[in-house]
């Protein structure tokens, strides 16, 4: 079960959204100067990027790679070429980078965002307009 905890302050937002070892925590954004659906908002975006794991990606990729190499070993005489066991292991180990590779790059994707985020949240918070 998630447990929920409030952050008041820009400084508590920054400090506690960039911790990795609290996955299970939520973020319930209470900082003073948002209104209460630009709250949700915003609290919405930020547990999402911190909850990223980089499945999405990952298995975007992982499809991508299985068809790219069966398009590639039909284009090229089928499997008869490196044989059909080498062509397997050649297959299955293509897919299985292109699914590493896409959970990293999802992960620095979802990173990279919750700093936009962050950055927003702070550019919003500075510019001194007050949300009714």
């Known amino acids: 079960m998630d447990s929920s905890l409030p952050i008041r302050s820009l400084a508590e937002l920054e400090t506690f959204a960039l911790r990795r ?16 659906g630009e ?31 069966i398009l590639f070993v039909l284009l090229h005489n089928g499997p008869n070429t490196l044989g059909l066991l080498s062509c397997l292991f050649l297959g299955f180990g293509i897919v299985i980078a292109a699914g590493v590779l896409g959970k990293a790059l999802g992960l620095l994707y979802a990173r990279y965002r919750l700093s936009a985020t962050l950055s927003a949240i702070r550019k919003r918070l500075n510019s001194g307009t007050v949300a009714s």
């Not at 070892?21 to 209460?36: E, F, H, S």
């Not at 915003?42 to 068809?67: F, H, I, K």
């Open 21 to 36: 070892r609290t996955k299970n925590v939520k973020i319930d954004l209470q900082v003073p100067g948002l209104a209460i």
């Open 39 to 69: 709250r949700s908002y915003w609290t919405m975006r930020l547990n999402q990027y911190r909850r990223a794991c980089g499945c999405e990606v990952g298995s975007v990729a992982c499809v991508l790679a299985l068809v790219g190499f």
